[in-house]
């Protein structure tokens, strides 16, 4: 860290060679002191960055950390849905690894990193900045930024933000599961996707950093995690248990629009007012529902776009309030798109589920739905009996996951006209679910004064209680329950349904 800060004082190349070219000593010594002096310095600001609270990013303020995630503005970044960048959600247990107890597996599933709107949005966010500017002639207060404002966003790719945050994660698994990771690696896998391969491989960036400097660790040729098997996506005709898109009933019938008209029921009623004053501080805009929604999205894409996370100009254009709307709004569309809202949701996840019972269990995998046998009956491709696990993938496609696991049912369904949050709804939010860099860890440990493994499953570092394998206060099952809890993976899933 030092190294690079000093770097960033001095600017590269910049040597300064205390013998050499003026062979004048007084001018030697001059130089000398100065050298001293700027050593003096950057010590002094290396041990300022090193007392930033882990915050490790090089040396420069961020306002993301190792091991809580992101820390600024948290009274909103943790209500912008899914673009939220990882945080690690307020625990009721405690995360850490139970006293007497000694991990013996983990898994973790792993969202890719912040990136840039989606094509089709950075169009639309693109075109309502172009409306805005165009027919506004002046821009006061909060709004001045915009008189100047230029959208530079990309489409579809990490943000730098964003590989930082899948670094992070690879440190954070790393120091987490030191007992196997200074010995072992995972065994690796992702969904096809650029910034999915890419966040994989930032993670392995991470772990090996921070591998590289655990003096304990065990150092070599295979000490080092890489990417095992990529699994291409596409809409049909490959079967890939990382991305969702198999279910032909979904995608091609009506049940994939569910979660549209929930939400837009929702947008008439929070956004009106939100519309109202934009429009009315910004005369001439005329803005729509769909435009105030997009305006609103620009605060997380514009603060996952700096390097460092500063908060946008976007985000003090809305209330505390607001964003929990919003939050809500995001978090319908996971709800009826991809869990216990929509008919087929928990069926998209069901793949992964048996590929998870077979990994906990040593046991070939069983299933007919999205796994590709030829992948899963090799174990150069998915071997078993490893106790490290790493998967990638995206907010839908771990969004029902956690369904065909049963995480969160029973939760009631979500109204459409009113916000009911998180806490009130067994922890289940699009931002304590899957915002970008979202991690979900799947353990077996051995404790003492029980028999046999037990299981426990944080998600963003919250313990889920697993009440339906009858989790003890540390929100732990015996193996034998959890599995038996996975009766819907089991029995296939309903995936028939999807080609009803
Ligand atoms: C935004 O739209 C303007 C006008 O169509 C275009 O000139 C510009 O290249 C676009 N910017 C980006 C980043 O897409
Ligand atoms: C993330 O990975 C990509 C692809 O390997 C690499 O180009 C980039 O430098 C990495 N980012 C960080 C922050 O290490
Ligand atoms: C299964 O995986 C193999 C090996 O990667 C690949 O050749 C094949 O196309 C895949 N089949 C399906 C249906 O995904
Ligand atoms: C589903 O829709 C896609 C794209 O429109 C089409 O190519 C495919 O044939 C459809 N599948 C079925 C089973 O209807
Ligand atoms: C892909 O999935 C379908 C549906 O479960 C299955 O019939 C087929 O055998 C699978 N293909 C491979 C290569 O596993
Ligand atoms: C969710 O709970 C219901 C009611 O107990 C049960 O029928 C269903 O199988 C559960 N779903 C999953 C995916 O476990």
């Known amino acids: 860290m030092i190294t690079a800060f000093r770097r ?29 002096l700027l050593i003096m310095l950057v010590a002094l600001a290396g041990l300022a960055a090193v007392f930033v609270s882990g915050r490790r990013s090089y040396g420069i303020e961020t306002c993301d950390t190792v091991a809580h995630g992101f820390q600024c503005g948290t009274t909103i970044s943790q209500y912008w849905g899914q673009y939220s960048p990882y945080f690690s959600v307020p625990p009721e247990i405690s995360p850490d690894i139970p006293e007497g107890c000694t991990v013996t597996f983990a898994q973790i599933l792993s969202r890719h990193g912040a990136r840039d709107p989606t094509a089709s949005k950075t169009e639309a966010y ?48 790393y120091e987490r599961y030191r007992d196997q990771t200074r010995d072992i690696v995972p065994f690796m896998r992702s969904s096809g996707e650029d910034r999915v391969v890419e966040s994989a491989l930032n993670f392995t960036q991470g ?46 019938g009506t049940d994939s ?31 729509t529902l769909q ?3 997009y305006v609103m999205d620009l605060c997380p894409f514009n603060t996952v776009a700096s390097p460092t996370g500063e908060l946008s100009p ?36 069901v793949g992964f589920a048996n590929e998870l019972i077979a990994r906990m269990t040593d046991k070939p995998v069983h299933d007919e739905t999205s796994t ?14 490893r106790q490290l696990y790493a998967d990638f993938s995206h907010d839908n496609d771990m969004t029902a996951i956690f369904a065909a696991l049963g995480l969160y049912n029973g939760t009631g369904q979500f109204p459409k006209t009113e916000v009911v949050e998180a806490r009130d709804a067994n922890g289940y939010s699009a931002a304590w679910t899957v915002p970008f860099a979202a991690r979900a860890y ?25 009440t339906q394998c009858g989790g003890d206060g540390l929100g732990r099952c015996t193996l034998a329950k959890f599995i038996e809890s996975l009766g819907f993976a089991k029995a296939g899933g309903d995936w028939d349904k999807c080609f009803l």
């Open 8 to 36: 960033r004082l001095l600017g590269d190349g910049h040597t300064y060679s205390l013998i050499g070219s003026p062979q004048d000593v007084e001018d030697q010594l001059w130089r000398r002191k100065h050298y001293i």
């Open 126 to 173: 693109n075109a309502t900045i172009q409306k805005i500017q165009a027919n506004v002639r002046k821009f006061s207060g909060k709004y001045a930024f915009l008189a100047d404002y230029e959208y530079t966003l990309g489409a579809d790719q990490l943000t730098t933000f964003g590989q930082q945050e899948m670094v992070n994660s690879g440190i954070k698994f």
């Open 207 to 252: 772990f090996t950093d921070a591998k590289a400097a655990d003096s304990q660790a065990k150092h070599g040729s295979k000490a080092y995690p890489t990417v095992d098997v990529i699994i291409p996506e596409a809409d049909y005709g490959i079967n890939n248990t990382l991305n969702h898109d198999l279910c032909t009933a979904f995608e091609n």
């Open 257 to 287: 629009s569910i979660a549209d008209d929930v939400q837009e029921t929702w947008t008439n009623i929070f956004a009106k007012p939100i519309r109202k004053r934009l429009n009315s501080h910004l005369p001439g805009a005329h803005l």
């Open 291 to 293: 435009e105030t929604i």
């Open 314 to 349: 976007f985000c003090n254009l809305f209330t505390e309030e607001e964003w929990h709307q919003y939050n809500y709004y995001e978090t319908l569309d996971k709800w009826y798109g991809y869990s216990y809202g929509n008919p087929l949701g928990p069926t998209q996840g």
């Open 372 to 385: 590709n046998h030829t992948l899963d009956d090799d174990p150069k491709t998915f071997p078993l009996g």
């Open 442 to 466: 799947f353990e077996k440990m051995t404790c003492s004064g029980h028999k046999g493994e037990l299981v426990r499953v944080l998600i963003n570092d919250r313990v889920l209680p697993l």
